[in-house]
């Protein structure tokens, strides 16, 4: 009887320990003040979400405001958002809103929350480096890149992919079972051609890159941008399936 007792004494000492040790594990950001959560809530009401993106989560219609705060400093937002279209005249423009002074407040203590949040998990994610990639040496620093061939399409698409202004790799690793945000596209060539009956690998990596809303890949949200039709010239996609079309699943990407 006693035994079973000290069993189970030994149990909840020990699972007591597991959680007082692993909590900092778990709880990577901090709780959310309170003139944040407000902010956040602004954020959301307000739809600034509908075209900026935080952690690589909105639209992507304006800037990323991941590092905003820290960038511009809180005079210069405070301005800003009073009277966007007095900034940068001749670019995209962003409506004004009519923010009352408590919601700028708390909108700025929300972006600078946001922005602290990014420098202890390094937001933007670096582009993966995969296996024969080239030029890694053993410090790991990049000491020589490949000279690249820009004759070859598929040279110009795994650019197009790594690089502004698509940049994929921010949502999608080479490396097979690496999820970002997107799935990973190792292998991709080879699943492509068997995701939809009827359809060929290129067609379906097509629609993938330009409406991306048409299939979703299961267990994946609708997030890619909708709008890479319009920012990749038709060569650029072009390019991008070429590159694409090499990650089969016999080969190792890279
Ligand atoms: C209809 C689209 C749209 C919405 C909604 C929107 N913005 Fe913007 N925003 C833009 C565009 C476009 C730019 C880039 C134009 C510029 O820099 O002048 C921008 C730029 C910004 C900048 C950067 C300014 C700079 O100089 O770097 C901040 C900060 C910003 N928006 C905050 C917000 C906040 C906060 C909200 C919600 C209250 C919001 N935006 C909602 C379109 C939008
Ligand atoms: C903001 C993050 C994001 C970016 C940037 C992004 N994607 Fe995606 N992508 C996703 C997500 C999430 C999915 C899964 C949902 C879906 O199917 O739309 C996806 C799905 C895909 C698929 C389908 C994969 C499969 O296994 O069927 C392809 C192909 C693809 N993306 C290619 C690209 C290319 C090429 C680019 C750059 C031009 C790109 N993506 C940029 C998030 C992104």
């Given at each position: 009887m006693s035994g079973t007792r000290l069993f189970f004494a030994v149990c909840l000492l020990l699972s007591a320990l597991l959680i007082v040790t692993q909590l900092p594990v778990l709880q990577p950001m901090k709780a959310m003040p309170p003139a944040p959560a407000v902010g956040m809530g602004v954020w959301q009401a307000r739809g600034c979400e509908g075209c900026h993106t935080l952690w690589g989560q909105g639209g992507a219609f304006a800037p990323d405001l991941t590092q905003i705060y820290e960038q511009r400093g809180g005079d210069y937002l405070r301005e800003f958002l009073a009277n966007p279209q007095a900034f940068h005249v001749g670019q995209r423009q962003m409506p004004s809103f009519g923010l009352t002074r408590s919601e700028t407040d708390n909108l700025l203590a929300?972006?600078?929350?946001?922005?602290?949040?990014?420098?202890?998990?390094?937001?933007?994610?670096?582009?993966?480096?995969?296996?024969?990639?080239?030029?890694?040496?053993?410090?790991?620093?990049?000491?020589?890149?490949?000279?690249?061939?820009?004759?070859?399409?598929?040279?110009?698409?795994?650019?197009?992919?790594?690089?502004?202004?698509?940049?994929?790799?921010?949502?999608?690793?080479?490396?097979?079972?690496?999820?970002?945000?997107?799935?990973?596209?190792?292998?991709?060539?080879?699943?492509?051609?068997?995701?939809?009956?009827?359809?060929?690998?290129?067609?379906?990596?097509?629609?993938?890159?330009?409406?991306?809303?048409?299939?979703?890949?299961?267990?994946?949200?609708?997030?890619?941008?909708?709008?890479?039709?319009?920012?990749?010239?038709?060569?650029?996609?072009?390019?991008?399936?070429a590159f694409l079309m090499t990650l089969t699943s016999e080969v190792e990407p890279g």
């Amino acid at each position: 009887m006693s035994g079973t007792r000290l069993f189970f004494a030994v149990c909840l000492l020990l699972s007591a320990l597991l959680i007082v040790t692993q909590l900092p594990v778990l709880q990577p950001m901090k709780a959310m003040p309170p003139a944040p959560a407000v902010g956040m809530g602004v954020w959301q009401a307000r739809g600034c979400e509908g075209c900026h993106t935080l952690w690589g989560q909105g639209g992507a219609f304006a800037p990323d405001l991941t590092q905003i705060y820290e960038q511009r400093g809180g005079d210069y937002l405070r301005e800003f958002l009073a009277n966007p279209q007095a900034f940068h005249v001749g670019q995209r423009q962003m409506p004004s809103f009519g923010l009352t002074r408590s919601e700028t407040d708390n909108l700025l203590a929300f972006l600078q929350w946001a922005g602290e949040q990014a420098a202890g998990s390094a937001w933007p994610p670096q582009a993966i480096v995969v296996s024969g990639g080239g030029g890694l040496s053993g410090s790991g620093v990049v000491d020589a890149l490949p000279a690249v061939d820009l004759s070859d399409p598929v040279e110009r698409g795994r650019l197009v992919f790594s690089q502004p202004p698509a940049i994929c790799s921010t949502c999608h690793s080479l490396e097979a079972d690496v999820t970002i945000v997107g799935p990973s596209l190792a292998g991709v060539a080879t699943r492509a051609g068997e995701r939809i009956p009827g359809e060929s690998a290129e067609e379906y990596l097509r629609i993938s890159i330009i409406k991306p809303g048409v299939y979703i890949v299961p267990g994946f949200e609708d997030v890619m941008q909708k709008n890479f039709g319009d920012v990749l010239t038709s060569e650029q996609i072009n390019d991008l399936i070429a590159f694409l079309m090499t990650l089969t699943s016999e080969v190792e990407p890279g």
